[in-house]
């Protein structure tokens, strides 16, 4: 059975940081792309950034310079720093496993930045 587990979320003032996990069972994590999106109340979920099983990453121009993304494979955990948060980074963060097959979501964790 595959699960994604996401922690890390909370509340936070603007200009903090958070740090988000996403530890993954059940796949053989080192050979899936990870990524992690986000969903705010009454938009679309959108692609915030992801690492490839090689390690290459790319991020939304919205989080580049202050969000980033890692993975520890010993771990089967995937990362998300980020830094100098602001209100409108406010959103559920959901990871997603994906290969050239199948993906799977992590139930997500709320992510709230205000004062």
């Known amino acids: 059975q595959v699960q994604l587990v996401e922690s890390g979320g909370g509340l936070v003032q603007p200009g903090g940081s958070l740090k988000l996990s996403c530890a993954a069972s059940g796949i053989i994590f080192s050979l899936y792309r990870m990524d992690w999106y986000r969903q705010a109340p009454g938009k679309e979920r959108e692609l915030v950034a992801f690492i490839t099983s090689r390690g290459n990453t790319n991020y939304a121009d919205s989080v580049k310079g202050r969000f980033t993304i890692s993975r520890d494979n010993a771990k089967n955990t995937v990362y998300l720093q980020m830094d100098s948060l602001k209100p409108e980074d406010t959103a559920v963060y959901y990871c997603?496993?994906?290969?050239?097959?199948?993906?799977?979501w992590g139930q997500g964790t709320q992510v709230t930045v205000s004062s």
């Open positions: 997603e496993a994906i290969d050239n097959f199948r993906n799977y």
